[in-house]
């Protein structure tokens, strides 16, 4: 069985880091892009960043860019997100996804597999 599974989520203060981890199990996940989504109350899940499988290649919303970063490591299979420079419009519900195929997309039904999400708040 195929989990995603997200931790690191938490209460910080404005301007405060985090960094969320991701461990897919069940299989590997080298050839997947992996993709960080977000939802905060009342709204939709929006695409906050994604890297390929290789790691080469990265792509981030306008509103992280540059504050956020995202990395992984194949031979543990895992994949982070540095989030830095927090403000409060970041609090969300965060999650992990893994979508097939090469490239990415910002498009939440083109991932294959979803964690349950980590929260984090962020206070002002």
């Known amino acids: 069985q195929v989990q995603l599974v997200e931790s690191g989520g938490g209460l910080v203060q404005t301007g405060g880091s985090l960094r969320l981890s991701c461990a897919p199990s069940?299989?590997?996940?080298?050839?997947?892009?992996m993709g960080w989504f977000r939802q905060a109350p009342g709204k939709e899940r929006e695409f906050v960043a994604a890297?390929?499988?290789?790691?080469?290649?990265?792509y981030y919303a306008d509103s992280v860019r540059g504050r956020f970063t995202i990395v992984r490591d194949n031979a543990k299979n895992t994949v982070s997100l540095q989030m830095n420079s927090l403000k409060p419009e970041d609090t969300a519900v965060y999650y992990c996804?893994?979508?097939?195929?090469?490239?990415?997309?910002?498009?939440?039904?083109?991932?294959?597999?979803w964690g349950q999400g980590t929260r984090v708040t962020v206070s002002s």
């Open positions: 996804a893994a979508k097939s195929g090469s490239g990415y997309d910002i498009r939440t039904y083109t991932y294959d597999y």
């Open positions: 069940g299989r590997t996940f080298s050839s997947y892009t």
């Open positions: 890297i390929t499988g290789s790691g080469s290649s990265t």
